[in-house]
């Protein structure tokens, strides 16, 4: 419990301006698209479907983000659970709206919660791709194979090092 409390009140504080100043995260097809164009079309194979086609990898990428934003919403809703029996009353009126019974909070807070977490993820995977392509430029293909496996999934295995 002590561990989710710095989380508690950093969600707390943070969850309102973020969602406020930040766009949702994109659906999954729409990451992957701009994950696709942002690291090329061989990087984007190796990371999600190696030795496969592009379609193929578009689609593993979107079932993982999928994954990601399941996952972010369990998350979310222990996060939430957490906050709301650590302190109701402070939970209900930072989440609730004008109901009278505020019967809405926790399903707002697990929504607030979940589009962080899983847009932190989105930004995560971006980056470290973005790392991975640069180190591969710099390297050479053949040096940047080697120093992450040495298979055709170097560059997924430089990612999830990276994340």
Do not use: D, Y
Request: some cysteine.
């Amino acid at each position: 419990m002590k561990k989710l409390l710095p989380i508690i009140a950093l969600i707390a504080v943070l969850a309102p301006a973020a969602l406020a100043a930040t766009p949702n995260p994109a659906s999954p097809a729409q990451f992957c698209k701009s994950e696709l164009t942002k690291v090329g079309s061989a990087n984007f194979i190796s990371e999600f479907a190696a030795g496969q086609s592009q379609q193929a990898a578009f689609s593993a990428c979107v079932k993982k983000q999928n994954t990601e934003a399941a996952q972010a919403q369990q998350n979310a809703a222990k996060t939430c659970a957490a906050a709301l029996k650590l302190n109701a009353s402070a939970f209900m009126t930072q989440w609730g709206t004008t109901n009278s019974n505020r019967a809405n909070a926790m399903g707002k807070c697990v929504s607030a919660t979940a589009h962080q977490l899983h847009q932190a993820q989105q930004q995560a995977e971006t980056n470290a791709a973005l790392a991975c392509k640069a180190e591969k430029k710099a390297l050479g293909a053949a040096t940047f194979k080697a120093n992450h496996g040495g298979k055709a999934n170097a560059f997924a295995l430089c990612v999830a090092s990276k994340k």
